[in-house]
């Protein structure tokens, strides 16, 4: 998926075994390596030895305070960190963000979710290569993006190159949620960071093309007083 030399080296600092077993079973499937911490003090000594390409944090670690393990991730190394959060935890998800976490993932998930996110922050990373991302399929909502073509319950659906991009970003960050200003920067480019009001007129207009009831969106929802997102699951 990326790297020097090969695949990608991911260290994982988490507690729980469940999800310990899980992301071991996930990244093998991926072709990446694991090394796991089950304290935040044990992830930044093994992140200060091996220099991981990417690390995966669980917010609620036995040994403390993980924003602090978050900021010494950061001091370490330059690998990207995304945040693993309970799924309805707004507070826990806008900390990790606001104090550097490059993505977050919420719990439970799943390998193709689990994949996202590498993808998406591998991406992101300077000089990271990334293959092909899959279709994306959601609830009736089909995006293809190499061949940038869009379905809506079989049918097509002609989207803007705008509209189209927007959509794109949110479908490669599924069950992830942006601040307006954020996904203005992300879709359009960091010119636009000022323009947050882009966000709220081209979700209104994709949302007329894909949602069956634009009023009452299943794909591209709003999270209020914090943003967007494009859901896949309720
Ligand atoms: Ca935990």
Known sequence: MTGRGGRPLVLV??????YVRQ????????????????????????????????ALLDLGL????????????????????????????????????????????????????LLARLRGVLWRAPGAEVGAWPPFESNGLFVDFAAAEVRKAGRPVALSAAEFR???????NRDRVFRPAQLVEEVWGPEYAGDRHLARVYVRRVREQIERDPGAPRHIVTKPGVGYMLRTRE
């Open 23 to 54: 992301l071991r079973a996930d990244l093998e499937l991926c072709d990446c390596r694991v090394a796991v911490a089950g304290t935040g003090g044990g992830g930044l000594r093994l992140a200060a030895e091996h220099e991981p390409d990417v």
């Open 62 to 113: 036995p040994d403390g305070d993980a924003l602090a393990v978050l900021g010494g991730l950061r001091e370490i190394g330059e690998a990207p960190v995304i945040a693993m959060t309970a799924w309805e935890d707004d507070e826990g998800i806008a900390q990790a963000l606001d104090r550097g976490a490059d993505d977050y993932l919420p719990k439970p998930f799943d390998a193709d979710q």
């Open 13 to 18: 600092i988490e507690d729980d075994l469940r």
């Open 166 to 172: 927007l959509l794109r970003f949110l479908a490669r």
